[in-house]
C-alpha cells in the first residue's frame, strides 16, 4: 500500500489566495468521528475554516482534476468526492494517528472513503529548512515502513483512506491544508 505526491498541484499565488480566503472564513473547532461527531481536543487540535463560495467553487474544480492520476496510481476504482475542507493548525495543534475511513451512523460518507487527498498550502520547516511552521509532519504508517512528508506549498498528498496517519505536533507557525476523499465505487 502505498502513496501519490504532486508537487505543484497548486501554485504559490493560488496557496497564498486560498489562505487568505481562509484568513476571512467562518472558523470552527475542527471535530473527530468517534462514537459520532465531536470534538476532542486530546485528539485533535485544528480548526474547521469555512471560505467564501467562490473559494470553495474553485477549488472544487481543482481537486477533480486529481481524479484519474490519484487512482491510477493507487490502483484504486474511485467514484464521487467528498467535498473539501479547509483545515488550520495553530501552533501547538496536531491530530493524533487515526484513519479517515470509518463506519459510524453520525458520518455515513466515512465508510465510503476510499482515497484521503491533502493539499498543503504553505511550508513547514524540519531540520532547519525554511519555512512558515515547524513540525506538522504528515506521517503516514504505511504496511512496510513510516514515512514523514514535510509540508511544501502546492503539494498534493493522496493515499488509502484505511492508511494510520496523523498530523505531528505544530511547534510554532500555523499550517494551513485542504482536505478531501474520493469514494469507493458503490
Known sequence: MGFYR???????????????AMDRGVVEQAEVLAAG??????VRLATLVEPD????????????????????????AVADREGPGFIRYPAGGFYRAHRDRGDDSAWEGAARRAVALVVFLNDGR????????DGGVLRLFLSDARVDIVPAAGLLVAFPAE???????????TRDTIVDWLYAVS
Open 163 to 173: 492508511v494510520l496517519h496523523e498530523v505531528t505536533d505544530v511547534r510554532g507557525g
Open 53 to 76: 463560495p467562490d473559494v470553495v467553487r474553485d477549488v472544487e474544480a481543482r481537486l477533480e482534476t486529481c481524479r484519474e492520476p490519484v487512482a491510477a496510481a493507487l490502483g484504486m
Open 6 to 20: 504532486q508537487p505543484g498541484f497548486l501554485t504559490p499565488a493560488e496557496c497564498l489566495a486560498v489562505r487568505w
Open 126 to 133: 524540519d531540520g532547519g529548512s525554511a519555512g512558515e511552521f
Open 37 to 42: 461527531i465531536q470534538g476532542d481536543t486530546g
